[in-house]
C-alpha cells in the first residue's frame, strides 16, 4: 500500500532491507612525477617559487604549486643525502694521498 508521498508502507511485522549506501569513493592518491635530474628539479622548483611569488596566482592553485614545491625539496633532500654518503675526500699523507669519508666539520 502507498501513503501519500507515493512509498509504500511496511507493516511492522515486516522486515523491510535496507539498500546498501554508495561508498564515496576516495580519490586515490598518485604518485607525483618524479623529475629527471636533480638540475631539473632545482628549475622546477624556482619557476614554482615565482608563481608563488606572484600575487595574481588563485589560492586553489597556489596550494597546488605548494604541495608539488614541498614534494621537489624532499625529493632533492633524499638526493643529497645519499651522495653526501657517497663523498670522499682526497687526504695528502706521506705515502701520497689517502681518500676519506667525507664529514661536514
Known sequence: MNNLFGN?????DEEKTE???????????????????FED???????????LEDPET????SVKIFERAQFLAKWCMNILEKIEGKL???V????GFELEDF???
Open 8 to 12: 509504500e508502507e511496511t507493516k511492522p
Open 19 to 37: 539498500v546498501p549506501k554508495k561508498r564515496e569513493r576516495r580519490r586515490e592518491k598518485t604518485k607525483p612525477e618524479e623529475p629527471k635530474s
Open 41 to 51: 628539479a632545482i628549475d622546477e622548483l624556482e619557476k614554482l617559487v615565482e608563481r
Open 58 to 61: 588563485p589560492l586553489e592553485e
Open 88 to 90: 670522499k675526500l682526497l
Open 92 to 95: 695528502p699523507t706521506e705515502e
Open 103 to 105: 664529514e661536514e666539520q
